[in-house]
């Protein structure tokens, strides 16, 4: 029985890390993408990766923006 229940809880271990789900985030200046940027987290709330971007700002004459999937 001791077997079955440890047996048990390491399915469910395995199953709750397999269904996070990671973003992808990239970082873009003006249109081109900045290789220097790199993030990728595990999302662990309802919203969708796109909503984890910000929209395109301007700053000193360049445009910014993050965009994740």
Do not use: Q, W
């Amino acid at each position: 029985m001791k077997k079955v229940v440890i047996l048990l809880i390491a399915v469910i271990a395995l199953f709750s890390f397999s269904c996070n789900k990671y973003c992808n985030c990239k970082h873009y200046v003006n249109g081109e993408v900045d290789k220097n940027f790199k993030s990728n987290f595990v999302k662990e709330s309802k919203l969708s990766c796109a909503d984890f971007g910000t929209p395109e700002t301007e700053k000193d004459g360049n445009r910014y923006e993050v965009k994740c999937k």
